[in-house]
């Protein structure tokens, strides 16, 4: 008999369905996982807005999960049943010229479970042996599945060459934004601002050890930090939200020879930027992609550092409740920055 699992989509801007699908038989190096948990992530906000630029409706979301492993293929020997474990969610060809210098988050062909019909919001997930990993058994699974953007963040802040002591400017306080902030505070950041509009966002980031928070709606963020730095700067700037103006503030924040780090999704196709800022403070711009080999590190991170992940989690719910959740997510009244899916 053919086994089904109930998974969420987004069928339309602003509709959550959950659709009943099949559970496709495992392969030879497949694992078979029971999701206790999973993340809404911001790029899953930009499906249920109808905006994100590479994805086209109806389309399972949900791309962050923990659980434990059910079956494995009849080669598989990096899991076992019973093993607590998070998945990196990506799908390479493994045979272009970057997939063969290991930077496969670069692969040519590169897509993602959920573009390719399986989303994390579900109870049964299948993923290659290759991209399953095992997680701390102390680690509760709704931390667990917090290790896809934590590994984001690792990657980021990784493209920035970091020195102890640098100062840096992360512009947009989101969840993506509050990782990037622990990590750096574990990596040995100088002073670190951080910007946003929201005041809940800001409060928590002081928790988890910025310097000092920003709202750019009472004050101008640039001009701040060139106050602060001594009219200099920052070392490095991370871009957290995907606008024209939040990255236009990151880079005007940099210091000559300085560094934006670009994390943002933008839903707009082209923007404008300040070009002769580049020429004039010889400044650099650079994008981050995803992750590659990042999960590791953030395990290992999670393992034996200080983060503060609890605190990262402002709501709960259920698979049925998945609508909700989306809508929690979106109404600024809520003050959500993780919504945790827990499925039993």
Known sequence: MNRTRPMAFVTQPGKIEILEKPIPLLGEFDVLIKVRASTICGSDLHIFNGK?????????????????????????TKVRPGDKVTVEPVLICGHCNYCQQGNYHLCANISFQYRQGQGGLTTDFIASERWVHVLPENLPYKLGALIEPLAVAVHAVGLANLKIGDNVAIIGAGAIGLFILQVLREAGAGIVFISDIRDFRLDLALELGATEAINIKKMDVVKQILQQTGGMGV???????????TLNQSLRSIQKGGQTILVGLFEAETISVPANLFVQKEISLTGSQGYHWDFQRAIELVRVGNLELEKMITHQFELDQTQIAFETLVDEVQNAIKVVIMIK
Do not use: Q, W
């Open 52 to 76: 994100h630029p590479f994805v086209t409706l109806p389309v399972p979301v949900g791309h962050e999960v923990a659980g434990e492993v059910a079956e494995v293929g009849r080669s598989v």
């Open 235 to 245: 070392k490095k700037a991370f871009e957290a939200v995907g606008l024209e103006s």
